[in-house]
Protein backbone atom coordinates (compact mmCIF):
# COMPACT_ATOMS: atom_id res chain seq x y z
CA UNK A 1 0.00 0.00 0.00
CA UNK A 2 1.04 3.57 -0.57
CA UNK A 3 0.09 6.46 0.73
CA UNK A 4 -2.16 9.67 -0.92
CA UNK A 5 -4.15 13.11 -0.44
CA UNK A 6 -7.57 11.90 -1.34
CA UNK A 7 -10.47 13.83 -1.32
CA UNK A 8 -13.26 12.49 0.30
CA UNK A 9 -16.12 14.84 0.01
CA UNK A 10 -16.12 18.99 -0.88
CA UNK A 11 -13.58 20.79 1.05
CA UNK A 12 -12.75 17.08 3.00
CA UNK A 13 -8.96 15.95 2.53
CA UNK A 14 -7.27 13.57 3.83
CA UNK A 15 -3.92 11.48 3.70
CA UNK A 16 -4.86 7.89 2.95
CA UNK A 17 -3.42 3.64 1.75
CA UNK A 18 -4.64 3.60 -1.67
CA UNK A 19 -3.46 0.25 -3.53
CA UNK A 20 -0.07 0.01 -5.64
CA UNK A 21 -0.86 -1.30 -8.95
CA UNK A 22 1.18 -2.95 -11.91
CA UNK A 23 2.20 -1.45 -15.00
CA UNK A 24 -0.02 -2.30 -17.84
CA UNK A 25 2.12 -2.71 -21.14
CA UNK A 26 3.21 0.18 -22.60
CA UNK A 27 3.03 2.26 -19.16
CA UNK A 28 4.73 2.49 -16.43
CA UNK A 29 5.36 2.69 -12.31
CA UNK A 30 6.61 5.51 -10.83
CA UNK A 31 8.01 6.41 -8.06
CA UNK A 32 6.93 10.13 -6.86
CA UNK A 33 9.45 12.37 -5.75
CA UNK A 34 7.97 15.63 -5.79
CA UNK A 35 4.42 17.01 -6.86
CA UNK A 36 3.61 20.60 -6.94
CA UNK A 37 0.22 21.98 -6.18
CA UNK A 38 -2.08 23.56 -8.42
CA UNK A 39 -4.91 25.70 -7.88
CA UNK A 40 -6.91 23.68 -10.27
CA UNK A 41 -6.51 21.37 -7.16
CA UNK A 42 -8.18 23.99 -5.24
CA UNK A 43 -10.99 23.89 -7.80
CA UNK A 44 -10.94 20.42 -7.63
CA UNK A 45 -11.35 20.48 -3.73
CA UNK A 46 -14.16 23.23 -3.55
CA UNK A 47 -16.10 21.17 -6.71
CA UNK A 48 -15.50 24.77 -8.33
CA UNK A 49 -14.91 22.65 -11.64
CA UNK A 50 -15.78 19.44 -13.66
CA UNK A 51 -17.34 17.25 -10.95
CA UNK A 52 -15.87 13.73 -10.55
CA UNK A 53 -16.60 10.42 -8.42
CA UNK A 54 -15.46 10.72 -5.34
CA UNK A 55 -12.93 10.20 -3.36
CA UNK A 56 -10.67 10.84 -5.82
CA UNK A 57 -6.33 11.10 -5.77
CA UNK A 58 -5.48 15.12 -6.49
CA UNK A 59 -2.70 16.53 -8.06
CA UNK A 60 -1.32 16.50 -11.54
CA UNK A 61 2.35 17.81 -11.49
CA UNK A 62 5.13 15.23 -10.59
CA UNK A 63 8.34 14.08 -11.09
CA UNK A 64 9.70 10.54 -10.16
CA UNK A 65 11.34 7.39 -10.70
CA UNK A 66 10.47 4.94 -12.62
CA UNK A 67 9.63 1.89 -10.08
CA UNK A 68 8.71 -0.77 -12.89
CA UNK A 69 8.27 -0.10 -17.01
CA UNK A 70 5.31 -2.09 -18.46
CA UNK A 71 5.83 -4.70 -21.59
CA UNK A 72 7.29 -3.18 -24.82
CA UNK A 73 7.99 0.58 -22.72
CA UNK A 74 11.41 0.88 -23.38
CA UNK A 75 11.57 4.60 -24.88
CA UNK A 76 9.91 8.12 -23.19
CA UNK A 77 7.58 9.88 -25.40
CA UNK A 78 10.10 11.71 -27.24
CA UNK A 79 12.16 8.42 -28.59
CA UNK A 80 14.61 8.92 -25.39
CA UNK A 81 15.45 4.99 -24.01
CA UNK A 82 14.42 5.04 -20.88
CA UNK A 83 15.28 2.27 -17.96
CA UNK A 84 14.11 1.08 -14.22
CA UNK A 85 15.55 4.44 -12.25
CA UNK A 86 15.21 7.29 -14.54
CA UNK A 87 13.50 10.64 -13.65
CA UNK A 88 10.67 11.38 -15.86
CA UNK A 89 8.08 14.23 -16.12
CA UNK A 90 4.45 13.55 -17.57
CA UNK A 91 2.00 15.24 -18.79
CA UNK A 92 -1.58 14.25 -17.23
CA UNK A 93 -4.14 13.74 -19.99
CA UNK A 94 -4.62 10.79 -21.76
CA UNK A 95 -5.61 11.70 -25.41
CA UNK A 96 -7.63 9.11 -27.47
CA UNK A 97 -6.58 10.50 -31.07
CA UNK A 98 -9.67 9.51 -32.67
CA UNK A 99 -11.78 12.24 -31.75
CA UNK A 100 -12.11 15.53 -34.23
CA UNK A 101 -10.53 17.80 -31.75
CA UNK A 102 -7.50 15.57 -31.50
CA UNK A 103 -6.97 14.32 -35.42
CA UNK A 104 -8.30 17.12 -37.62
CA UNK A 105 -7.54 19.96 -35.47
CA UNK A 106 -4.53 18.74 -33.72
CA UNK A 107 -5.99 20.39 -30.79
CA UNK A 108 -6.97 20.41 -26.59
CA UNK A 109 -8.67 19.17 -24.90
CA UNK A 110 -9.64 15.79 -26.53
CA UNK A 111 -13.51 14.82 -26.70
CA UNK A 112 -12.59 11.51 -24.54
CA UNK A 113 -9.55 12.94 -22.35
CA UNK A 114 -8.97 10.68 -18.99
CA UNK A 115 -8.06 12.60 -16.36
CA UNK A 116 -8.57 12.01 -12.45
CA UNK A 117 -9.39 8.47 -11.23
CA UNK A 118 -11.23 7.24 -8.20
CA UNK A 119 -8.70 6.51 -5.42
CA UNK A 120 -9.12 2.88 -5.17
CA UNK A 121 -8.48 2.54 -8.84
CA UNK A 122 -4.73 2.83 -10.69
CA UNK A 123 -3.79 6.62 -10.94
CA UNK A 124 -1.23 8.81 -12.25
CA UNK A 125 -1.95 11.62 -9.72
CA UNK A 126 0.99 13.48 -8.18
CA UNK A 127 -0.29 13.94 -4.50
CA UNK A 128 1.07 10.37 -3.79
CA UNK A 129 4.42 7.91 -3.14
CA UNK A 130 3.21 6.24 -6.32
CA UNK A 131 2.20 6.96 -10.40
CA UNK A 132 0.77 5.00 -12.50
CA UNK A 133 0.99 6.04 -16.17
CA UNK A 134 -1.17 4.42 -18.68
CA UNK A 135 0.06 3.20 -22.07
CA UNK A 136 -0.30 6.36 -23.77
CA UNK A 137 0.10 8.94 -21.61
CA UNK A 138 3.04 11.19 -22.46
CA UNK A 139 6.11 11.38 -20.37
CA UNK A 140 9.49 12.44 -20.34
CA UNK A 141 12.91 11.64 -19.22
CA UNK A 142 14.48 14.45 -17.40
CA UNK A 143 17.75 15.28 -18.16
CA UNK A 144 20.52 13.34 -15.78
CA UNK A 145 21.56 16.42 -13.04
CA UNK A 146 18.81 18.75 -13.81
CA UNK A 147 17.49 20.74 -10.80
CA UNK A 148 13.75 18.79 -10.19
CA UNK A 149 12.79 22.02 -7.99
CA UNK A 150 13.22 24.40 -10.86
CA UNK A 151 11.43 22.08 -13.38
CA UNK A 152 8.38 21.32 -10.61
CA UNK A 153 8.36 25.01 -9.78
CA UNK A 154 6.46 25.89 -12.77
CA UNK A 155 4.91 22.59 -12.60
CA UNK A 156 2.16 22.67 -15.38
CA UNK A 157 1.93 26.46 -15.14
CA UNK A 158 5.22 26.66 -17.88
CA UNK A 159 3.41 23.72 -19.93
CA UNK A 160 -0.12 25.80 -19.79
CA UNK A 161 1.70 29.47 -20.55
CA UNK A 162 3.75 27.21 -22.97
CA UNK A 163 0.78 26.35 -24.88
CA UNK A 164 -1.71 29.36 -24.40
CA UNK A 165 0.89 31.41 -26.21
CA UNK A 166 1.41 29.48 -29.00
CA UNK A 167 -2.24 29.46 -29.59
CA UNK A 168 -2.11 32.70 -29.37
CA UNK A 169 0.27 33.53 -31.85
CA UNK A 170 3.48 33.35 -29.59
CA UNK A 171 5.49 36.36 -28.81
CA UNK A 172 8.39 37.82 -31.86
CA UNK A 173 11.40 39.68 -30.68
CA UNK A 174 10.92 43.38 -29.32
CA UNK A 175 7.18 42.81 -28.84
CA UNK A 176 5.23 44.25 -25.60
CA UNK A 177 3.99 41.89 -23.27
CA UNK A 178 1.19 42.42 -20.36
CA UNK A 179 0.66 39.45 -17.79
CA UNK A 180 -2.19 39.57 -15.68
CA UNK A 181 -1.59 37.87 -12.51
CA UNK A 182 1.70 36.84 -10.88
CA UNK A 183 0.54 33.47 -9.48
CA UNK A 184 2.32 30.22 -11.53
CA UNK A 185 0.89 30.93 -15.08
CA UNK A 186 1.77 34.35 -15.01
CA UNK A 187 5.12 33.71 -13.63
CA UNK A 188 5.73 30.77 -16.21
CA UNK A 189 4.28 33.17 -19.04
CA UNK A 190 6.80 35.88 -17.80
CA UNK A 191 9.43 33.79 -17.96
CA UNK A 192 8.25 32.64 -21.72
CA UNK A 193 7.56 36.32 -22.87
CA UNK A 194 11.57 37.01 -21.39
CA UNK A 195 13.35 33.86 -23.11
CA UNK A 196 11.23 34.95 -26.24
CA UNK A 197 13.06 38.32 -26.76
CA UNK A 198 9.90 40.72 -25.46
CA UNK A 199 10.89 44.27 -25.44
CA UNK A 200 8.55 45.32 -22.23
CA UNK A 201 7.14 42.53 -19.89
CA UNK A 202 4.64 44.41 -17.32
CA UNK A 203 3.13 41.62 -14.76
CA UNK A 204 0.36 42.85 -13.17
CA UNK A 205 -0.64 41.49 -9.39
CA UNK A 206 -1.87 42.49 -5.43
CA UNK A 207 0.93 40.32 -3.88
CA UNK A 208 4.21 42.33 -3.46
CA UNK A 209 6.32 39.03 -2.76
CA UNK A 210 4.84 37.46 -6.49
CA UNK A 211 5.38 40.94 -7.78
CA UNK A 212 9.17 40.49 -6.39
CA UNK A 213 9.64 37.38 -8.15
CA UNK A 214 8.52 38.42 -11.44
CA UNK A 215 11.00 40.73 -11.80
CA UNK A 216 13.60 37.95 -11.04
CA UNK A 217 12.72 35.87 -13.95
CA UNK A 218 12.04 38.82 -16.33
CA UNK A 219 9.66 41.17 -15.81
CA UNK A 220 10.65 44.64 -16.69
CA UNK A 221 7.72 46.74 -15.05
CA UNK A 222 5.54 45.21 -11.98
CA UNK A 223 1.86 47.05 -11.67
CA UNK A 224 0.10 46.89 -8.23
CA UNK A 225 -3.46 46.30 -8.24
CA UNK A 226 -3.91 47.43 -4.34
CA UNK A 227 -1.99 50.65 -5.28
CA UNK A 228 -3.35 51.74 -8.29
CA UNK A 229 -6.43 52.37 -10.25
CA UNK A 230 -7.69 50.86 -13.18
CA UNK A 231 -7.30 53.63 -15.33
CA UNK A 232 -3.70 54.66 -13.41
CA UNK A 233 -2.53 50.75 -14.30
CA UNK A 234 -3.51 51.86 -18.31
CA UNK A 235 -1.43 55.22 -18.52
CA UNK A 236 1.23 53.32 -16.76
CA UNK A 237 0.94 50.00 -19.91
CA UNK A 238 0.51 52.57 -22.40
CA UNK A 239 3.63 54.08 -20.83
CA UNK A 240 6.17 51.39 -21.22
CA UNK A 241 4.63 49.77 -24.72
CA UNK A 242 4.05 53.48 -26.51
CA UNK A 243 0.86 54.58 -27.83
CA UNK A 244 -0.47 51.40 -29.83
CA UNK A 245 -0.67 49.88 -26.33
CA UNK A 246 0.93 46.38 -25.82
CA UNK A 247 1.08 43.67 -28.54
CA UNK A 248 -0.01 40.70 -25.90
CA UNK A 249 -2.09 40.45 -23.36
CA UNK A 250 -1.97 37.10 -21.24
CA UNK A 251 -4.70 36.84 -18.38
CA UNK A 252 -3.24 34.44 -16.05
CA UNK A 253 -5.51 35.94 -13.30
CA UNK A 254 -8.15 33.27 -12.99
CA UNK A 255 -10.33 36.11 -11.53
CA UNK A 256 -13.34 37.60 -13.71
CA UNK A 257 -12.73 40.94 -13.11
CA UNK A 258 -9.54 40.42 -15.31
CA UNK A 259 -11.28 40.06 -18.75
CA UNK A 260 -12.29 43.51 -19.65
CA UNK A 261 -9.27 44.82 -17.77
CA UNK A 262 -7.35 42.82 -20.19
CA UNK A 263 -9.30 43.42 -23.28
CA UNK A 264 -8.94 47.32 -22.54
CA UNK A 265 -5.30 46.94 -21.94
CA UNK A 266 -4.59 45.44 -25.48
CA UNK A 267 -3.37 47.30 -28.47
CA UNK A 268 -3.83 48.14 -31.83
CA UNK A 269 -4.03 44.88 -33.82
CA UNK A 270 -2.91 43.40 -30.34
CA UNK A 271 -3.98 39.73 -28.95
CA UNK A 272 -4.97 38.33 -25.91
CA UNK A 273 -4.18 35.42 -24.62
CA UNK A 274 -7.21 34.08 -21.93
CA UNK A 275 -5.43 31.27 -19.83
CA UNK A 276 -6.38 31.68 -16.49
CA UNK A 277 -10.49 31.33 -16.38
CA UNK A 278 -11.14 28.05 -16.34
CA UNK A 279 -12.27 27.57 -12.81
CA UNK A 280 -13.82 31.13 -12.87
CA UNK A 281 -17.52 30.15 -13.59
CA UNK A 282 -19.84 33.28 -14.39
CA UNK A 283 -20.65 36.21 -16.23
CA UNK A 284 -18.45 39.16 -16.98
CA UNK A 285 -19.72 42.69 -18.67
CA UNK A 286 -17.40 44.41 -21.78
CA UNK A 287 -17.91 46.66 -24.82
CA UNK A 288 -16.90 44.26 -27.21
CA UNK A 289 -17.01 47.71 -29.99
CA UNK A 290 -13.44 47.57 -28.67
CA UNK A 291 -12.41 44.78 -30.33
CA UNK A 292 -13.63 46.06 -33.77
CA UNK A 293 -11.90 49.75 -33.19
CA UNK A 294 -8.50 48.27 -32.23
CA UNK A 295 -8.91 44.82 -34.88
CA UNK A 296 -8.32 42.77 -31.48
CA UNK A 297 -8.20 38.85 -31.21
CA UNK A 298 -8.97 37.20 -28.34
CA UNK A 299 -8.06 33.25 -27.79
CA UNK A 300 -8.70 31.11 -24.89
CA UNK A 301 -6.31 27.72 -24.12
CA UNK A 302 -7.99 24.64 -22.19
CA UNK A 303 -4.97 22.77 -21.79
CA UNK A 304 -1.35 22.19 -22.78
CA UNK A 305 -0.45 19.23 -25.14
CA UNK A 306 2.00 16.90 -24.91
CA UNK A 307 4.44 19.16 -26.65
CA UNK A 308 4.26 21.64 -24.70
CA UNK A 309 4.99 19.36 -21.76
CA UNK A 310 8.44 18.61 -23.59
CA UNK A 311 9.32 21.93 -24.53
CA UNK A 312 8.72 23.29 -20.64
CA UNK A 313 10.60 20.09 -19.73
CA UNK A 314 13.75 21.53 -21.36
CA UNK A 315 13.11 25.31 -21.28
CA UNK A 316 12.94 24.84 -17.28
CA UNK A 317 16.24 22.89 -17.49
CA UNK A 318 17.48 24.87 -19.40
CA UNK A 319 17.07 27.83 -17.96
CA UNK A 320 17.94 26.82 -14.30
CA UNK A 321 21.12 28.26 -13.60
CA UNK A 322 20.19 31.94 -15.41
CA UNK A 323 16.83 32.61 -13.57
CA UNK A 324 16.19 31.68 -9.89
CA UNK A 325 13.01 29.27 -11.09
CA UNK A 326 14.02 26.83 -7.85
CA UNK A 327 13.24 29.77 -5.65
CA UNK A 328 9.73 30.12 -6.60
CA UNK A 329 9.58 27.60 -4.10
CA UNK A 330 8.03 28.58 -1.03
CA UNK A 331 6.72 25.88 0.78
CA UNK A 332 7.35 22.40 0.93
CA UNK A 333 4.57 19.49 2.71
CA UNK A 334 5.22 16.00 2.91
CA UNK A 335 1.77 13.50 2.55
CA UNK A 336 0.94 13.57 6.29
CA UNK A 337 0.64 17.51 6.00
CA UNK A 338 -2.15 17.73 2.60
CA UNK A 339 -4.46 19.88 4.61
CA UNK A 340 -2.11 22.23 4.97
CA UNK A 341 -0.01 22.19 1.98
CA UNK A 342 -3.18 23.11 0.35
CA UNK A 343 -4.42 25.49 2.29
CA UNK A 344 -0.99 27.33 2.39
CA UNK A 345 -1.95 27.73 -1.36
CA UNK A 346 -4.95 30.27 -0.11
CA UNK A 347 -2.83 31.96 2.64
CA UNK A 348 -1.33 34.73 0.07
CA UNK A 349 2.02 34.01 1.54
CA UNK A 350 3.01 31.36 -0.89
CA UNK A 351 4.32 31.56 -4.48
CA UNK A 352 4.94 27.36 -5.76
CA UNK A 353 3.74 25.01 -2.21
CA UNK A 354 4.57 21.29 -3.62
CA UNK A 355 4.59 18.12 -2.13
CA UNK A 356 8.31 16.62 -1.15
CA UNK A 357 7.83 12.38 -0.34
CA UNK A 358 11.23 12.41 1.54
CA UNK A 359 9.14 14.94 4.32
CA UNK A 360 7.86 12.25 6.44
Not at 24 to 45: K, N, P, Q, S, Y
Not at 77 to 102: F, L
Not at 124 to 136: K, V
Not at 174 to 188: D, N, R, Y
Request: charged share 20%.
Amino acid sequence: MAKAAVLVSEGVVETREVPIFEPEAGGALVRIELGGVCGTDLHMIHRLAYEYPLPIILGHEGIGRIEKLGAGMDRDHAGEPIKVGDRVYWSPMVACNQCYTCTILESSPCEKAAHFAEADKPSWCSHADYGWLPRGMPFFKVPEGASLDAIIALGCALPTAVGSIDVAGGIKFGETVVVQGAGPVGLAATLVANVSGARRIIVIDNNKIRLERARLIGATDTLSLEELTPEERKNAVMDACGASGPDLVVEAAGHLSAFPEGVALGGQAGRYCVAGLWGAAGEVSFEPRQLVLKNFSVRGSMAPRAKHYYRALHLAVDMADKVPLANLITHRFGLNQAADAYAAVTGGEAVKVIFDMSIS
